[in-house]
């Protein structure tokens, strides 16, 4: 078990519970550590603190601003600015290392009509936000990426502004040593049970693995891929499931003699630069079922018959390819909307969701704990209203559709 961790409660009741010590757990804690107006105990409860199988250790460390909706763009330019001022956002501490973006961009291609009215209407949704997104003929694209096969390409979209990857493990390392030493306690535990009120309108008691019985003011689910299951113990049905995603490392044997953005081919292939000729593609098969949050089996196939298919004809320089590595992750995918889901829920008082983020959680996670304190704190927020995320349109079934998930 890591430094800073604990197998045994120091309490047996705090103003909050965090279930879920990943990126948005952590970020969660941190921003309440930081908040002059809470003055409370928190405690988050992790099942394992090596994190080698959550989905923050499984990530591909992107940033972007292409999104269909005005608050995704917002939250992910908080991001940036956030990761890129890291140290001075976390109080000038000098071991704090300097974090930059590598700006690389995304590339959306289009090959229909449709997707390229697509690409237009977010355009215009993320430039009205803020972002720097451009739109690109397939002749603009060939004379700066002269590597695509361009033939069905009847549009592109691309942001080289704080939009790339970056080092997401040293953010989520950051935000988990600063809350822990801002006095946030970190448990080394499993949730088991919720034992509700008789109204179940509050979570009374949080039952541990080993027997253990906790009670809080507010209870926080961010359980990633297991949400649902968390959820399920108060009573709750939540449309997140876990779904198995992809990642394969490869080398080329001519690379590229620039630097190439991350792809989003229309097949859903998606493909970008690491640096010295080697290259990071991700995708997912096309029968795309929940899986057991525990699964991260690779499917030998995929890679043969659509992966590198896909890849090799987008770019044929990459017809002559070794991978050298590969693994599978989970996306919380929430299948009514592909959207976070935030804040309180509408019958059980003391609980807060923070899930269902599709792939884009970590990303998005230095303002959706910041969201998160603020709300718990105020009852309100103060810097971006997340409220549209709320629960309120689960229960209503009214979708705020977010269309660039890739």
């Not at 948005?24 to 908040?35: C, D, E, I, K, P």
């Amino acid at each position: 078990m890591q430094t800073g961790w604990t197998n045994t409660p120091a309490h047996t009741h705090y103003d909050v519970i965090i279930i879920g010590g990943a990126i948005m757990g952590a970020s969660t804690a941190w921003w309440l550590s930081q908040m002059p107006d809470f003055q409370g105990r928190v405690l988050v409860i992790e099942k394992d603190p090596s994190y080698a199988n959550c989905s923050t250790s499984h990530t591909n460390s992107c940033m972007r601003q292409q999104f269909s909706t005005d608050l995704n763009v917002r939250i992910s330019l908080f991001a940036a600015d956030f990761v890129k001022n890291i140290r001075i956002r976390m109080g000038g501490d000098p071991r704090i290392p300097d974090l930059s973006i590598q700006s690389f961009g995304y590339m959306y291609l289009a090959d229909t009509p449709a997707f390229a009215q697509t690409l237009r209407a977010n355009h215009a949704v993320q430039r009205a936000a803020g972002a720097a997104t451009q739109l690109m003929t397939p002749d603009e694209i060939a004379a700066a990426y002269p590597f695509y096969a361009l033939d069905d390409i009847l549009l592109g979209s691309i942001n080289t502004v704080d939009e790339g990857y970056f080092d997401g493990a040293a953010l989520f390392d950051w935000l988990l040593r600063k809350s822990r030493e801002a006095g946030v306690e970190y448990l080394a535990g499993e949730v088991m049970g919720l034992t509700l009120n008789p109204a179940q309108t509050r979570i009374d008691a949080l039952t541990l693995k080993d027997g253990t019985r906790l009670s809080a003011g507010q209870v926080v689910n961010a359980a990633g891929p297991r949400a649902a299951r968390i959820a399920a113990m108060a009573g709750i049905d939540m449309p997140v499931e876990p779904r198995k995603r992809f990642t394969w490392m490869f080398k080329a044997e001519r690379p590229l003699d620039r630097p190439l953005p991350l792809t989003v081919d229309p097949s859903g292939v998606h493909v970008r630069e690491i640096g010295g000729g080697i290259y990071q593609a991700g995708g997912h098969s096309d029968y795309d079922p929940a899986v057991d949050p525990d699964d991260f089996v690779m499917d030998p196939a995929l890679w043969q018959d659509k992966i590198w298919p896909a890849i090799a004809t987008r770019i044929p320089q990459f017809e002559a390819i070794r991978v050298t590595t590969e693994w599978a992750g989970h996306y919380a995918y929430n299948i009514l909307d592909q959207n976070a889901i935030t804040g309180p829920h509408d019958r059980m008082e003391n609980l807060i969701f923070l899930n269902g983020f599709s792939g884009h959680g970590l990303q998005q996670a230095p303002a959706m704990g910041r969201g998160t304190a603020e709300w718990i704190t105020h009852g309100s927020y103060k810097t971006l209203d997340l409220s549209p995320f709320h629960w309120g349109r689960i229960v209503t079934g009214q979708p705020i559709l977010e269309c660039a998930i890739i």
